[in-house]
T-cell receptor
Framework: GQNIDQPTEMTATEGAIVQINCTYQ??????LFWYQQHAGEAPTFLSY????GLEEKGRFSSFLSRSKGYSYLLLKELQMKDSASYLC?????????????FGAGTRLAVHP | DTGVSQNPRHKITKRGQNVTFRCDPI?????LYWYRQTLGQGPEFLTY????????KSRLLSDRFSAERPKGSFSTLEIQRTEQGDSAMYLC??????????????FGEGSWLTVV
């Protein structure tokens, strides 16, 4: 089966850096995605990792360690608009078909 | 292309009624997914299609739920004899195969269902 764990809530200050962790267990790992979701809206794609290491994209970076079943999303120079839920999702190919399995999400509150 | 389109965006129905949601994926995307999301939770996988073939259906999905993609383009999700526990946001998403950073999964804005 699959299991994805991430903290439920985090708070941070505008301009600061925050790291959101995600641990996962899956039998058919085929990559890890991070999505951002504002309240009442659809998830939007942030990043994708399939190999170990750090992927940087502007203010956002994502790290993956496949041997540890661990990823993190790093947000720099936080802005108020970054207040949202951040969803860790694993691409799973167990059973022969590829689908995304999501964690419950981490609600990030950025305050002045 | 305007992205993944879903309708209706909101639906309020009485318990026991049937409801149907429609999803129009990004054109040329051959894979289409349905997810369900409740407050404070991540999206929960329901089913997905590759072209017109339904490849997998979640074991959590009761027989009251059925999805179709008759021509490999748009899809419908029907819920029969709705129950209050069906109240959720139903998300549709699409992608190209295989799923890589270049072929990521794009979500529609969701269809909110409230069963009263």
């Amino acid at each position: 089966g699959q299991n994805i764990d991430q903290p439920t809530e985090m708070t941070a200050t505008e301009g600061a850096i925050v790291q959101i962790n995600c641990t996962y267990q899956t039998s058919g790992f085929n990559g890890l995605f991070w999505y951002q979701q504002h309240a009442g809206e659809a998830p939007t794609f942030l990043s994708y990792n399939v190999l170990d290491g750090l992927e940087e994209k502007g203010r956002f970076s994502s790290f993956l360690s496949r041997s540890k079943g661990y990823s993190y999303l790093l947000l720099k120079e936080l802005q108020m608009k970054d207040s949202a839920s951040y969803l860790c999702a694993v691409s799973d190919i167990s059973g022969g078909y590829n689908k995304l399995i999501f964690g419950a999400g981490t609600r990030l509150a950025v305050h002045p | 292309d305007t992205g993944v389109s879903q309708n209706p965006r909101h639906k309020i129905t009485k318990r026991g009624q049937n409801v149907t949601f429609r999803c129009d994926p990004i054109s040329e995307h051959n894979r289409l997914y349905w997810y369900r999301q409740t407050l404070g939770q991540g999206p929960e996988f329901l089913t997905y299609f590759q072209n017109e073939a339904q490849l997998e259906k979640s074991r959590l999905l009761s027989d009251r739920f059925s999805a179709e993609r008759p021509k490999g383009s748009f899809s419908t999700l029907e819920i029969q004899r709705t129950e209050q526990g069906d109240s959720a946001m139903y998300l549709c998403a699409s992608s190209l195969v295989p799923t890589t950073s270049g072929n990521t999964i794009y979500f529609g804005e969701g269809s909110w269902l409230t069963v009263v």
